[in-house]
Nanobody, 115 residues
Framework: QVQLVESGGDLVHPGGSLSLSCAASGFTFSSYAMHWYRQAPAKARELVASIGTTGGGRFYADSVKGRFTIFRDNAKNTVYLQMNSLKPEDTAVYYC????????WGQGTQVTVSA
């Protein structure tokens, strides 16, 4: 069956770094654009970063531009989100999403940025 499994969420101090992973299975990963979303408490889910099927076409939300990097490894069926210079406002549950003929969501991983 289709699975997207995020990992790497943690508690980190402001200014710290985290690397999130999203491992895919059950579909042709290399055919799907991949996206990272986040949802903070009492806020709507928002798009953080996107990447095309071959690694191009990257998009970043203004709030993370210059701090976050999205990349993918199609051989490993995995998309990553490298997050640097983390701020308290980055605290959220982070989700990956696969989009092509269908859309699939992962279950999310918690990132907490706090002193």
């Amino acid at each position: 069956q289709v699975q997207l499994v995020e990992s790497g969420g943690d508690l980190v101090h402001p200014g710290g770094s985290l690397s999130l992973s999203c491992a895919a299975s059950g579909f042709t990963f290399s055919s799907y654009a991949m996206h990272w979303y986040r949802q903070a408490p009492a806020k709507a889910r928002e798009l953080v970063a996107s990447i095309g099927t071959t690694g191009g076409g990257r998009f970043y939300a203004d709030s993370v531009k210059g701090r976050f990097t999205i990349f993918r490894d199609n051989a490993k069926n995995t998309v990553y989100l490298q997050m640097n210079s983390l701020k308290p406002e980055d605290t959220a549950v982070y989700y990956c999403k696969a989009v092509y003929t269908d859309e699939y969501w992962g279950q999310g991983t918690q990132v907490t940025v706090s002193a």
